[in-house]
């Protein structure tokens, strides 16, 4: 079947520490993107990359960091720098319009 | 930049009856609005997308309505079964065959009651 595959599904970590949430795609969709999703507050963008080895802030750009060096996969770094980084974290890719999710990481930094 | 509101954040009803969820937008050259659904423990699917040219769309059991001149759109569940419990978000966009513009609104958690 293909889709979006996040991992892992629950991710711990203590505060100053770096994290790295995985995103795999087999659509062979050319876009990928990274969304925060917080109660009450819809999804926000955090990255986008339109083609492999090239990449955009999104709205919320501060405090993580990408790379897109396959076109199946699309990494996201949640960096110490990131003051609020407890959150639900969304990959997505498209071949247009239409935006196909993976299930998520929920991220937890204590 | 786009500001996209959508009203009410929670939502109960009977099951069998409907449901309305509502969301406002604020650029006008917006002409694309997608409804998307999210399942418990799932990431959101796109359910059913209407252009700024048309001023209804059906789908079975869902439609959704717009009106550019007020800069509102709609999303209508007839028929409620329990299925259809999840949070609901729409979004807008000045699409350019891009995801990129997309704006979400914040949700709305709906809840069909047996």
């Known amino acids: 079947d293909g889709g979006i595959t996040q991992s892992p599904k629950y991710l711990f970590r203590k505060e100053g520490q770096n994290v790295t949430l995985s995103c795999e795609q087999n659509l062979n969709h050319d876009a990928m993107y990274w969304y925060r999703q917080d109660p009450g507050q819809g999804l926000r963008l955090i990255y986008y990359?339109?083609?492999?080895?090239?990449?955009q802030k999104g709205d919320i750009a501060e405090g993580y960091s990408v790379s897109r060096e396959k076109k199946e996969s699309f990494p996201l770094t949640v960096t110490s720098a990131q003051k609020n980084p407890t959150a639900f974290y969304l990959c997505?890719?498209?071949?247009?319009?239409?935006?196909?999710f993976g299930n998520g990481t929920r991220l937890t930094v204590t | 930049g786009e500001n996209v509101e959508q009203h009410p954040s929670t939502l109960s009803v009977q099951e069998g009856d409907s449901a309305v969820i509502k969301c406002t937008y604020s650029?006008?050259?917006?002409?694309?609005f997608p409804w998307y659904k999210q399942e418990l423990g799932k990431g959101p699917q796109l359910i059913i997308d209407i252009r700024s040219n048309v001023g209804e769309k059906k789908d079975q059991r869902i439609a959704v309505t717009l009106n550019k001149t007020a800069k509102h759109f709609s999303l209508h569940i007839t028929e409620t079964q329990p299925e259809d419990s999840a949070v609901y978000f729409c979004?807008?966009?000045?699409?350019?065959?891009?995801?990129?513009?997309?704006?979400f609104g914040s949700g709305t958690q709906l809840t069909v009651l047996p």
């Open positions: 650029d006008s050259a917006s002409n694309y």
């Open positions: 997505a890719s498209s071949a247009g319009e239409t935006l196909h």
């Open positions: 990359s339109q083609i492999v080895n090239d990449f």
């Open positions: 979004a807008a966009s000045t699409s350019s065959g891009s995801a990129r513009q997309l704006t």
